[in-house]
């Protein structure tokens, strides 16, 4: 099992441009979730999907969204990048929803918006 | 809205020195995990903590959740160069409309110095 995977690993966007970063996971997990982590910061949840069909906003999900494409996909798109949103983006899932429920996370993507 | 506070925010310690980080939520929590980041790679989940005063131990680690389930810490006795990285809690509380909000504090990073 490959768990939770994630591309790109790197890119490097100019301000304006606009991206899609993927996430899968092979688990059969029902919940997946989007995090940045900034230095100093933690992790912050952007936005998350209970299950199939279902998106919920995080902590900070202005200038992001999401599409919950079939159980194992879960896309985060950046409509304009800002270089605020400069960080490092893990996806995760878990079995069922945030509640005593473990979350295994993804190898992260790197991204540097200038 | 809940905020998770973990101190401290650094931690330097010679080999075989012990280690301590405590994590404080402003609300009651359901729960609480405790997750561990190597430098460069992806948060790692390490346990879970459900009842109030639980005391749970992984070889030279042990978790504590507080009596009120506010408070929880993460104690390694002898620390050792593999236990480098940073060590988060998330605690999770009960939001209502059975919905569960989960929030990371921001870390405490380790170093151990041979």
């Known amino acids: 099992n490959a768990g939770v995977t994630q591309t790109p690993k790197f890119q490097v966007l100019k301000t304006g441009q606009s991206m899609t970063l993927q996430c899968a996971q092979d688990?059969?997990?029902?919940?997946m979730y989007w995090y940045r982590q900034d230095p100093g910061m933690g992790l912050r949840l952007i936005y998350y999907s209970a299950s199939e069909g279902t998106t919920d906003k995080g902590e900070v999900p202005n200038g992001y969204n999401v599409s919950r494409l079939n159980k194992r996909e879960f896309s985060l798109r950046l409509e304009s990048a800002a270089p605020s949103q400069t960080s490092v983006y893990f996806c995760a899932s878990s079995p069922t929803g945030l509640a005593y429920n473990e979350q295994f996370f993804g190898p992260g993507t790197r991204l540097t918006v200038l | 809205g809940q905020q998770v506070m973990q101190i401290p925010q650094y931690q330097h310690v010679q080999e075989g020195e012990d280690f301590t980080t405590y994590c404080n939520s402003s609300?009651?929590?359901?729960?609480i995990q405790w997750y561990k980041q190597r430098p460069g790679g992806h948060p790692v989940f390490l346990i879970q903590?459900?009842?109030?005063?639980e005391v749970k131990k992984q070889k030279r680690l042990t978790f504590q959740f507080g009596e009120a389930k506010k408070n929880s810490s993460l104690h390694i006795t002898a620390t050792q160069t593999t236990d480098v990285g940073t060590y988060f809690c998330?605690?999770?509380?009960?939001?209502?409309?059975?919905?569960?909000?989960?929030?990371f504090g921001k870390g405490t990073k380790l170093s151990v110095i041979p």
């Open positions: 609300t009651t929590l359901s729960n």
């Open positions: 903590l459900v009842k109030s005063g």
């Open positions: 688990m059969n997990h029902n919940s």
């Open positions: 998330a605690g999770i509380a009960y939001s209502g409309a059975g919905s569960y909000q989960l929030t």
